[in-house]
């Protein structure tokens, strides 16, 4: 690819290599990865050769598995933390399924709770989480665009531009807009 460094690793790449480190300190064969996150071992392998692009469906898996946040584990795959995030250097991730596209406006740190995503889904997207990453974690999800069909612990909330949806999640999760419009909110984690 032009412009980009051979020896620089791709976010697949970065990602592959953190899912790898997270199994091996755990001391958890692939098969044992397999059973906690709902993944085939077949997808494990490929996505730890960083030969297929995870979905949000399987980051949304694996961490729960782990036990981190989808962002976390993100952010453990990239590294690095600086209390200034320019627009330019906040890490953008699109899930290869759906289109789903997440920026890390506030990327986890070792020393903050909370973090921020800017999402957009594009009309007719479907999105389910079958299990929160860490019961009980903080959700504040602020619409800026669009039409959101969100579904948490079994209650269904329909949002629009300037709702705020504050939520304690314990159970799965799912994230949907309407055929006729997608949706863009940003995502405060604590």
């Known amino acids: 690819m032009e412009g980009q460094d051979l020896d620089t690793p791709t976010l697949d790449q970065q990602i592959a290599r953190r899912v ?30 960083a030969e297929v692009s995870p979905t949000a469906a399987v980051l949304g898996r694996l961490s729960g598995a782990f036990g981190l946040t989808v962002s976390r584990l993100m952010h453990l795959a990239e ?21 789903f596209q997440r920026r890390q406006v506030s990327p986890p740190a070792p020393d903050l709770a909370g973090e921020g995503l800017v999402c957009t889904l594009k009309p007719g997207t479907r999105i389910a989480y ?58 405060f984690v604590v």
């Open 79 to 99: 590294g690095g933390f600086s209390p200034v995030v320019r627009q330019a250097d906040q890490p953008v991730w699109t899930d290869p399924e759906t289109g």
């Open 130 to 187: 079958n299990r929160p990453p860490r019961p009980g974690l903080e959700h504040h999800l602020l619409m800026l665009d669009g039409r959101l069909i969100l579904t948490t612990d079994g209650r269904t909330h329909e949002l629009g531009p300037g709702d705020c949806l504050r939520y304690r999640l314990f159970q799965s999760s799912l994230f949907e807009t309407p055929a006729a419009a997608g949706a863009r909110y940003v995502l």
């Open 20 to 49: 790898k480190a997270l199994r091996a300190e755990r001391g958890w064969s692939l098969d044992a990865l397999a059973r906690r996150s709902g993944v085939s071992r077949a997808t494990l392998s490929r996505l730890e050769n």
